[in-house]
Every structure is written in structure tokens, then in C-alpha cells.
């Protein structure tokens, strides 16, 4: 499907699903609302799936990963050579993402969209790469237009194909040295926050690196001036490849009705593009934790989503997600194997 046809699919959820749901809740061995955000997340999970008693879903965590020609500005304490580095940690299964993913029970899904490496043939990465790297936003746009739609599409598409699969719950994860300073400007643009209000010290830089960093987003956003009104503007001019990819994974999980479960800050700033381009897949997203890199509150305050978990994480590669997704699991098993007071014959209150 083209990025038109699936803006155009994605349909609002399914509210009426939300009364019936929470009757079941209602109806289980426990005090009224006693699970309190498990109960939220499993009306939440039911209205985007249009089922009342869903199936425990099988999840993916989809991590993108991308290099950025802003990095050469020293906006990040680490080398670009670090993003393939992981990328093949990733494969060898030795990253945060893997160990938390096995905990959770969800598979891990490497998509190279944009890293400035060849990495040849390599078991298991799925290999969708748009260009080697953005360009320094700092001095010219991030990417043309049309390679912000193509790697829009691979998200969606792989989407799609995880949808045809059967899995029914989707996390978002990224790599990328740098990506904190694209996701910043994308904050900034479609939020309307001043730069220093949305930026943080991404991997660890210090108090002139950071105002190094904020500097060189105010010059972007001078130089460039995306339009907060057309989200594929923002993403050509101060955007990541990575982060257009997770706007297109989550554009076609929407419009196939799979949840997706928000990692943190460049997940957040994918999610913003996502719903600058359609904003009714704002209510197919649940957010997994609060990040510490302070633009993702503005993300989350803007999006009116409350995040499962506050545990001051900052990792990325969908390491929230995949605790997140651990939760939703949870959730739609307390909804659906927990028995009822009349199953159970329990006495109810008084």
C-alpha cells in the first residue's frame, strides 16, 4: 500500500468495545478497579483490536537503525562507529534489547534503514537501507522528500508483514549515534517547544556539549524552517531515517489495528511524525515508560499518553518497549484467564 492508502485505512478504535471490556474487569475475583493500570491497559488493548476477550498477543520489537551526518557536529559522546557496532550486537543477541526481549518473550527484529556500513550479507538484519546516513542538518536538509516516504514505507511495510504473521503487539526500538539531535529538532518543530526545553544530553554529554547541541538545533530550525504542518517536511529537513521508519511501523500497525508500544525519546519523536501525517493512530499507541531526556515529557504531554513505567531509562533499542510489552501481555492475561466471581463462586461485596 502507498503512505496515502494507508492514512487512509487507519480508522478510529473501537470505543464501544471499552464498556463491554471493563464489564468483564468488573466481573473478576478482585475489588473494583484493584489492578488499576493493568485494567487501563487491557481496555486499551481491546478497543485498538476490537475484541473483548483477545488472544495473548505474540510481539515484535522492530529496532531500526541509522547514521546521522549531525553526529560530525559533537552532539554525541560516542563515534558513529559505534551504530553498526551494536547493530551486530543486536544480531549476537548481546544487547539491553535482547536480554529484556527474552525476558519479555518477543522476538527482536534488526532493520538496517540508514547506517553508514556495508554490512554485506549478515545473518538475520534485515536489510531495507534508504542511504548510507542522513546529511548534516546543521548545513543542509536531512534527506530529500522522497527518501523520507521511502523509509516511511519500509516501516509500514514490515508492519504490514508482521500483521499477516499474526503478531499482535508491535515495540518500536532504534540505534542511532546522534538520533537524540534529530528527535530534539522534530520535538521542537511539531510540539512547539523552545529547543533548550526539549533537549537533553542524549548518551551522556557534558554542560558544553549540550549547549553545543542546542546551539546547533537552533541553527537547523533557523536555517531550515520546517512546517509543523506537514510532518514529512520536518522529517526532510531535521529528521533520521530510523525515526522514519518507526513513523511508518507505526502508520502500519494502525491501519492493520495492532498496538504498538512506544519506546522512549526517538520513539516519541517517531510517533509525532506519525501522527502529524494521521493523528487517529494516536489512540493505537501505548506508551511504555517516561524517559529522563527531557524533551519526551513535552512528547508525552503532547500526545496525551501516560507512560506503564517511570524507571529513568535512556537506553533506547527498545528496551522500554519491551517492558512495556511485558505489561500488555500481562494485562490482556489478567482479562481473559482470571476467573469470574460467578465462575469462581466467590460472594461479591454487599
Known amino acids: 500500500m502507498t503512505l496515502q492508502e494507508v492514512l487512509a485505512r487507519i480508522q478510529p478504535v473501537e470505543q464501544a468495545i471499552a ?21 487501563e491497559t487491557a481496555v486499551r488493548y481491546a ?75 549478515v545473518s538475520g538484519l534485515i536489510h531495507k537501507k534508504v542511504m548510507a546516513g ?33 503478531i499482535g503487539l508491535i515495540g518500536t526500538g532504534e540505534m542511532g549515534i546522534g538520533n537524540t539531535t534529530p528527535s530534539a529538532a522534530i520535538t521542537a518543530v511539531m510540539t512547539g517547544r523552545p529547543v533548550a526545553e526539549v533537549t537533553g544530553r542524549g548518551t551522556g554529554i557534558d ?27 520536518a522529517l526532510v529537513k531535521v529528521g533520521g531515517l530510523e525515526i522514519a521508519g518507526l513513523a511508518g511501523l507505526i502508520l502500519g500497525a494502525a491501519a492493520r489495528r495492532v498496538p504498538v508500544v512506544l519506546d522512549g525519546f526517538i520513539a516519541g519523536a517517531a510517533a509525532l511524525i506519525a501522527v502529524g501525517l494521521q493523528p487517529l493512530c494516536r489512540d493505537y499507541l501505548i506508551a511504555s515508560h517516561r524517559s ?19 524507571l529513568d531509562l535512556r537506553l533506547g533499542e527498545g528496551t522500554g518497549a ?11 492475561k489478567i482479562l481473559t484467564e482470571m476467573a469470574t466471581f460467578e465462575e469462581a463462586g466467590v460472594s461479591q461485596r454487599d
Open 19 to 39: 464498556g463491554q471490556t471493563q464489564a468483564r474487569l468488573d466481573r473478576l475475583t478482585k475489588p473494583l478497579g484493584s489492578l488499576g493500570r493493568l485494567e
Open 207 to 233: 554542560e558544553a556539549g549540550h549547549a553545543r547541541k542546542v546551539a546547533v538545533i537552533e541553527q537547523a530550525l533557523d536555517r531550515h524552517r520546517p512546517n509543523r504542518a506537514d510532518a514529512i517536511d
Open 322 to 332: 519491551c517492558l512495556g510489552m511485558s505489561l500488555v501481555q500481562a494485562s490482556i
Open 47 to 121: 478497543t485498538i483490536t476490537g475484541e473483548v476477550k483477545p488472544a495473548v498477543p505474540r510481539g515484535v520489537v522492530f529496532t531500526f537503525a541509522a547514521d546521522h551526518g549531525v553526529a560530525t557536529e559533537g552532539v554525541s559522546a560516542y563515534p558513529r562507529e559505534v551504530t553498526p557496532q551494536m547493530v551486530l550486537n543486536f544480531l549476537r543477541g548481546g544487547a539491553g534489547v535482547n536480554v529484556l526481549a527474552r525476558h519479555a518473550g518477543v522476538d527482536v527484529r534488526v532493520v538496517d534503514i540508514g547506517v553508514a556500513y556495508d554490512f554485506g550479507s
Open 292 to 310: 529522563v531526556e527531557r524533551g519526551h515529557q513535552a512528547i508525552l504531554e503532547h500526545l496525551s499518553l501516560k507512560p506503564l513505567l517511570d
Open 134 to 166: 542522513t546529511n548534516n542538518l546543521l548545513v543542509e536538509s536531512a534527506m530529500s522528500r522522497d527518501q523520507a516516504v521511502q523509509a516511511l514505507q519500509v516501516g509500514i511495510e514490515l508492519a504490514t508483514e508482521a500483521a499477516r504473521e499474526g
